[in-house]
């Protein structure tokens, strides 16, 4: 997912596809502690795709803080 994407999601989407995407991860390293995946580069790619989000959800909570 693209950082464009990310930016136009909503924030209660972004949270939801964020809780996913650390699910999934989650299971991903399981399966290669298990057993060889067939691509572990997949791995860091949901490592970073997860910071991204994490990272663009908390710039939110910031921004709507500094509103009130």
Do not use: D, G
Not at 6 to 20: P, Y
Not at 27 to 39: D, R
Request: proline fraction near 1%.
């Amino acid at each position: 997912m693209k950082q464009s994407v990310i930016t136009e999601l909503s924030t209660v989407e972004l949270r939801e596809r964020l809780e996913e995407e650390k699910k999934q991860l989650i299971k991903m390293k399981l399966n290669h502690a298990v057993s060889q995946l067939e691509n572990p580069q997949k791995i860091k790619t949901f490592r970073r795709l997860v910071a991204r989000m994490e990272t663009e959800y908390r710039k939110r909570m910031i921004a709507e803080k500094n509103k009130s």
